[in-house]
T-cell receptor, first 115, second 112 residues
Framework: DTGVSQDPRHKITKRGQNVTFRCDPI?????LYWYRQTLGQGPEFLTY????????KSRLLSDRFSAERPKGSFSTLEIQRTEQGDSAMYLC?????????????FGPGTRLTVL | GDSVTQMEGPVTLSEEAFLTINCTYT??????LFWYVQYPGEGLQLLLK?????DKGSNKGFEATYRKETTSFHLEKGSVQVSDSAVYFC???????????FGTGTSLTVIP
């Protein structure tokens, strides 16, 4: 297994368009997380899945954002009606099991630019 | 709520200098603490972690000790190399492991 992968790596879109990102976690990992990272900041939690269930969402996740993990494997993050403020790096991470000691493995991120 | 406060950068050091990057946290209970590193053009990688008070995490010459009494997890390295140039993030995981909280990152540049 080569780790967490994300697609695309870069996305440029016009304001008002919808975009969708994909994340493939490490295969045996049951937890999957989405974060947003802006320049000069650390990653900010958006949401996470335990298998296919979305168990927690940050208040940063407006109703224009939706995430799915339909079969408990890969996940998609969709942003509808994009705004310039959505420009950021979107990071996906996965981990195995519950508990605070389990490290998260991060993908390379998808950089979104909204023009 | 839980949070991490990290020393601001950027930090520039000469090769073989001693490095300290400060990190303090606020949390309910006893979280796990992590240092992640982000090399240019790459994703975040775990550098080291500590899961309970007085634990010392270490990797690649870097060390950090979980200090409950000072709520700190400072990163240290005795002799930095040019290849250590990266952005370093302190993070904590809440008791459930459901959320990670990251600091703002500290950019380190090591010059020959």
């Amino acid at each position: 297994d080569t780790g967490v992968s994300q697609d695309p790596r870069h996305k440029i879109t016009k304001r008002g368009q919808n975009v969708t990102f994909r994340c493939d976690p490490i295969s045996e990992h049951n937890r999957l997380y989405w974060y947003r990272q802006t320049l000069g900041q650390g990653p900010e939690f958006l949401t996470y899945f335990q298998n296919e269930a979305q168990l927690e969402k940050s208040r940063l996740l407006s109703d224009r954002f939706s995430a799915e993990r339909p079969k408990g494997s890969f996940s998609t993050l969709e942003i509808q009606r994009t705004e310039q403020g959505d420009s950021a790096m979107y990071l996906c991470a996965s981990s195995l099991g519950e508990g605070s000691y389990n490290e998260q493995f991060f993908g390379p991120g998808t950089r979104l630019t909204v023009l | 709520g839980d949070s991490v406060t990290q020393m601001e950068g950027p930090v520039t050091l000469s090769e073989e200098a001693f490095l300290t990057i400060n990190c303090t946290y606020t949390a309910t209970g006893y979280p796990s603490l992590f240092w992640y590193v982000q090399y240019p053009g790459e994703g975040l990688q775990l550098l080291l972690k500590a899961t309970k008070a007085d634990d010392k995490g270490s990797n690649k010459g870097f060390e950090a000790t979980y200090r409950k009494e000072t709520t700190s997890f400072h990163l240290e390295k005795g002799s930095v190399q040019v290849s250590d140039s990266a952005v370093y993030f302190c993070a904590l995981s809440d008791l459930t492991g459901n959320q990670f909280y990251f600091g703002t990152g500290t950019s380190l540049t090591v010059i020959p």
